[in-house]
């Protein structure tokens, strides 16, 4: 881990009982997540430092990510875009919902928050018309990118190992689709949202 100059640790109720430095045991995860994990081993607790690195556009605007136009850009309307990776990915489906402006979760106005709730549904009901997805999941982590971004993961039928947040580790587990079926899989999510307003593919 490289500690940006300036970091101290972090001072709070909360730190102040942690055992940094000692490897903590992770028999809850092979408990408590067992149709996933049988065997983990977490790294030693390393000390928690702030100030944090900035996140990607968080100090210069000019090198956001969701604020570029890009051709790996699904679908967008007035307000809000879906972003996929052109990397085939292990599960059917991952995608980015993130607004077409420079927001963040803490200053974005009302009328792109009060947007969100019917695009996450339309996404969860086109996720869903993959053939062989049973759910789709959200997430939202924003460490990445300071701008504001929610996952969308689809969930395979049947996968009940990929119940819950273990469905996020499965992604980098399962063997990653071939070319043909992640362009299909994701054309069928676009031209789905598409049919409820807003363009598809908008920048190819
Ligand atoms: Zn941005």
Redesign the pocket.
């Known amino acids: 881990m490289s500690a940006m100059s300036g970091q101290t640790p972090a001072e709070s109720p909360f730190h102040s009982r942690l055992p940094i430095g000692e490897r903590l045991d992770a028999s809850a995860l092979t408990e408590g997540l067992p149709w996933a994990f049988d065997e983990i081993r977490m790294r030693p607790l390393e000390p928690m430092l702030v100030p944090e690195n900035p996140r990607g556009?968080e100090i210069d605007?000019s090198t956001?990510g969701?604020?570029a136009p890009s051709e790996n850009t699904i679908w967008h309307d007035d307000l809000w875009q879906v972003y996929a990776s052109p990397e085939p990915s292990g599960l059917p489906f991952i995608a980015a919902l993130s607004p077409r402006e420079?927001w963040l979760l803490e200053d974005a106005p009302i009328d792109v928050l009060a947007a969100l709730g019917p695009l996450m549904q339309r996404m969860s009901e086109a996720v869903k018309t993959i053939p062989g997805v049973a759910r789709c999941h959200f997430g939202r982590w924003n460490d990445g990118s300071a701008?504001l971004h929610m996952w969308a993961l689809a969930r395979p039928a049947g996968m009940m190992q990929g119940r819950g947040a273990a469905l996020a580790f499965w992604d980098d587990v399962l063997p990653p689709m071939p070319q043909e079926m992640a362009q299909e899989h994701v054309r069928i999510v676009a031209e789905s949202l598409a049919a409820g307003g807003g363009v598809a593919f908008p920048h190819r």
């Open positions: 556009g605007r956001c969701p604020c420079h701008h």
